[in-house]
């Protein structure tokens, strides 16, 4: 009998995904990685936290980003020894380290023209304040969306259907012995 429990209860939990507070930063709002973008400006009241996530949206074809060591690279444009290189058009990537991060413009000329960020990553948030949030920026206006806090349809009939399966074969299961 504990061993039915035991299989329900694991049931019912295997369709629930956790997930932990994010913001998701577009580089830049609207216009992304580009050289009219401001994006000095654009980081200057951002806050950006372990767990984030920063997206890069650029021309592939005419753009790329660089990740710099350190702060006298970053400020000499010296792209010559990165950290890494992205050049998809639309890269995210994970803020998973307290620290200061360095990005550049792959084309030295754009990177001294300013396009260029730096950012420090503060520590997580305190699971009293976890959200998911969507940063979606028009020039200088944020606006933050929290997102739902109940799982979605899709996630509770999934999970309740792990539970209907199982619930039928314990009851073939018994049936047959």
């Not at 030295?108 to 009293?128: I, T």
Request: charged fraction near 20%; aromatic fraction near 10%; glycine fraction near 8%.
């Amino acid at each position: 009998m504990m061993v039915t429990v035991a299989l329900i209860v694991m049931a019912a939990s295997l369709g629930v995904k956790r997930t932990e507070a994010q913001v998701h930063h577009v580089v830049g709002g609207d216009r992304g990685w580009d050289p009219s973008s401001g994006v000095a400006s654009w980081s200057s009241d951002r806050s950006f936290r372990v767990g984030d996530k920063i997206w890069f949206a650029y021309s592939a074809a005419q753009e790329s980003i660089v990740e710099l060591k350190s702060r006298d690279e970053y400020e000499s444009c010296d792209v010559s020894n990165p950290i890494r290189m992205y050049t998809d058009g639309l890269d995210g990537i994970p803020l998973d380290v307290e620290g200061m991060r360095y990005f550049v413009s792959g084309k030295p000329e754009n990177c001294k023209n300013g396009l260029k960020l730096h950012m420090e990553v503060m520590p997580l948030r305190s699971p009293e304040t976890q959200k998911p949030k969507v940063v979606v920026s028009e020039d200088s206006v944020s606006t933050l969306a929290a997102a739902p806090t109940t799982p979605s349809g899709s996630v509770q009939l999934y999970g309740n259907s792990v539970l209907f399966l199982v619930g039928l074969w314990l009851c073939f299961y018994y049936m047959a012995v």
